[in-house]
């Protein structure tokens, strides 16, 4: 009879610990929308595009360009959204006047925005316009340079 107890003792428990991890899953999901949704009040304004073009700007995006390769190389499934973070602190620290006042998430934002990636949730993608946009951009270091 103990052992019937115990058992059915355990099984509720087993249930009652899957609904709290399936609650604190849907909240933490809430709250990282919440928070990706507040934290773009300011975009990237200083950087466009076209710029990724110009050998004059064309050091701008190194920082984007290399972390559209990190995010390639991860396949189909992508990558974590965090390995993209040492990315954005050494573009950060090479340019604060560019990237004075913004954050990670409004740097992803912004690569989200320009349509180069897809973020959903902990991963990001390359999207079919951020493969063309590798493949065919024209900035070559014999350009830079002159």
């Known amino acids: 009879m103990l052992v019937l107890i115990l058992a059915v003792a355990s099984f509720l428990l087993f249930l009652g610990i899957g609904v709290l991890l399936w609650l604190a899953d ?3 999901s809430r709250e990282i929308r919440r928070k990706r949704t507040l ?3 300011k975009p990237l304004a200083l950087l466009s595009i076209i710029q ?4 004059i700007y064309a050091v701008l995006w190194e920082a984007p360009i290399s972390a559209l390769e990190l995010i390639e190389s991860g396949g189909g499934s992508g990558i974590p959204v965090a390995r993209l973070r040492p990315s954005f602190d050494k573009a950060a620290a090479c340019f604060p006047e560019i990237y004075e006042g913004c954050s990670f998430v409004q740097w ?6 320009t ?3 897809s973020w959903d ?3 990001v993608l390359v999207t079919a316009e951020g493969k063309a ?3 065919y951009r024209f900035v070559t270091d014999a350009l830079v340079e002159a």
């Open 52 to 55: 990724a073009y110009d050998p």
């Open 39 to 41: 934290s773009l009040q």
């Open 108 to 113: 992803l934002r912004f690569l989200e925005e």
């Open 121 to 123: 949730g902990y991963r």
């Open 26 to 28: 849907t909240l933490e």
């Open 115 to 117: 349509h180069l990636i």
């Open 133 to 135: 946009f590798l493949k």
